[in-house]
């Protein structure tokens, strides 16, 4: 297995095990929440976000657990907004990581309020002293999550992509909705282990940049594989974009433009890392994967 590959199962698995402990399901009315949220949230995904923070943790010394617990809000969050996403008034999805999406599974009320508390257990994960003992640290790991999630990040997007459906997009405007819709939690990602590592913010440029290129490439990557992939292994609908009219980047580049770009940008975020050795062996390999991946 590559490096990726084996450190990403070792990630997922403990994804896995903190979310079995946090959303033990109660016996009282509450349990079909929970059971939605254990749905939504457990066996399945690439858990790339945990494994960012994993791996820039490692830049700074950072334990584990404290990079895991920081992982799983991320995660939280990440998969609140495709429990949300995959709804009638939203994408109106059947299939999310290989399985019936919370609605299907559940039903619409159910699929919202599990999503709802999906996004409050990353606040509530991130301001517990189990995650980190400063509180400083804790305050301004909740400020950066909260703007990377809200208006001025993912929403953002997300709003930008419906709208996206209503009208034609060039590439700036393209680019600026997937910075904001997938980028913002991918940036979070990569400055949570600095945030906890108290580097400050003007010292952050490279990984910023880092974070700034491999989030792009991700999405011009998703958007190859939304025309060439295999439903089957990615695990969820296929070619949604074309047909609801959406401008992506494929469709503005062309196939082999795009595809050119994103390794472009897959070597520039590598280049960001030059001053570190190899404790950045595992974020540099991750940059490769976003553009080598097949869902």
Same mark, same amino acid.
């Given at each position: 297995?590559?490096?990726?590959?084996?450190?990403?199962?070792?990630?997922?698995?403990?994804?896995d095990?903190?979310?079995? !402990?946090?959303?033990?399901?109660?016996?009282?009315?509450?349990?079909?929440?929970?059971?939605?949220?254990?749905?939504?949230?457990?066996?399945?995904?690439?858990?790339?976000?945990?494994?960012?923070?994993?791996?820039?943790?490692?830049?700074?010394? /950072?334990?584990?657990?404290?990079?895991?617990r920081?992982g799983?809000?991320?995660?939280? /969050? *990440?998969?609140?907004?495709?429990v949300?996403?995959?709804?009638?008034?939203?994408?109106?999805?059947?299939?999310?990581r290989?399985?019936?999406?919370?609605h299907?599974?559940?039903?619409?009320?159910?699929?919202?309020?599990?999503?709802?508390?999906?996004?409050?257990?990353?606040?509530?994960?991130?301001s517990?002293e189990?995650?980190?003992?400063?509180?400083?640290?804790?305050?301004?790991?909740v400020?950066?999550?909260?703007?990377?999630?809200?208006?001025?990040?993912?929403?953002?997007?997300?709003m930008?992509?419906?709208?996206?459906?209503k009208?034609?997009?060039?590439?700036?405007?393209?680019?600026?909705?997937?910075?904001?819709?997938?980028?913002?939690?991918?940036?979070?990602?990569?400055d949570?282990a600095?945030?906890? !590592?108290?580097?400050?913010?003007?010292?952050?440029?490279?990984?910023?940049?880092?974070?700034?290129d491999?989030?792009?490439?991700?999405?011009?990557?998703?958007?190859?594989?939304?025309?060439?992939?295999? !439903?089957?292994?990615?695990?969820?609908?296929?070619?949604?974009?074309?047909?609801?009219?959406?401008?992506?980047f494929?469709?503005?580049?062309?196939v082999?433009?795009?595809?050119?770009?994103?390794?472009?940008?897959?070597?520039?975020?590598?280049?960001h890392? *030059?001053? *570190?050795?190899?404790?950045?062996?595992?974020?540099?390999? /991750?940059?490769?994967?976003?553009?080598?991946?097949d869902?």
């Amino acid at each position: 297995m590559s490096l990726v590959a084996t450190r990403a199962a070792a990630v997922a698995a403990e994804v896995d095990r903190l979310f079995d !402990a946090l959303l033990a399901v109660p016996d009282d009315p509450r349990a079909r929440v929970y059971e939605a949220m254990r749905h939504a949230a457990m066996g399945g995904g690439k858990r790339l976000r945990p494994l960012l923070v994993q791996a820039a943790s490692e830049l700074f010394n /950072i334990s584990q657990e404290s990079a895991l617990r920081v992982g799983v809000a991320v995660e939280c /969050i *990440h998969v609140y907004s495709l429990v949300h996403d995959d709804l009638p008034a939203m994408d109106d999805d059947d299939l999310r990581r290989g399985k019936p999406t919370v609605h299907k599974a559940f039903d619409e009320a159910t699929a919202i309020l599990a999503g709802d508390a999906l996004h409050d257990l990353a606040f509530e994960m991130l301001s517990d002293e189990e995650t980190h003992p400063d509180p400083f640290v804790r305050v301004d790991l909740v400020k950066a999550l909260a703007v990377a999630t809200g208006a001025g990040g993912m929403t953002g997007g997300q709003m930008m992509d419906l709208e996206a459906e209503k009208a034609s997009f060039d590439l700036s405007t393209v680019t600026r909705l997937q910075q904001l819709k997938t980028g913002a939690l991918i940036g979070f990602s990569v400055d949570a282990a600095a945030i906890m !590592a108290r580097i400050p913010p003007e010292a952050r440029t490279r990984l910023h940049g880092y974070a700034r290129d491999i989030g792009l490439a991700f999405q011009i990557a998703d958007d190859l594989l939304d025309v060439e992939g295999d !439903a089957d292994l990615a695990g969820k609908a296929l070619h949604k974009d074309a047909a609801a009219g959406k401008e992506t980047f494929v469709s503005l580049l062309g196939v082999e433009r795009a595809r050119e770009q994103a390794r472009l940008l897959v070597e520039q975020a590598k280049a960001h890392l *030059h001053g *570190h050795g190899a404790e950045a062996d595992l974020l540099r390999a /991750i940059a490769d994967y976003i553009v080598e991946r097949d869902r």
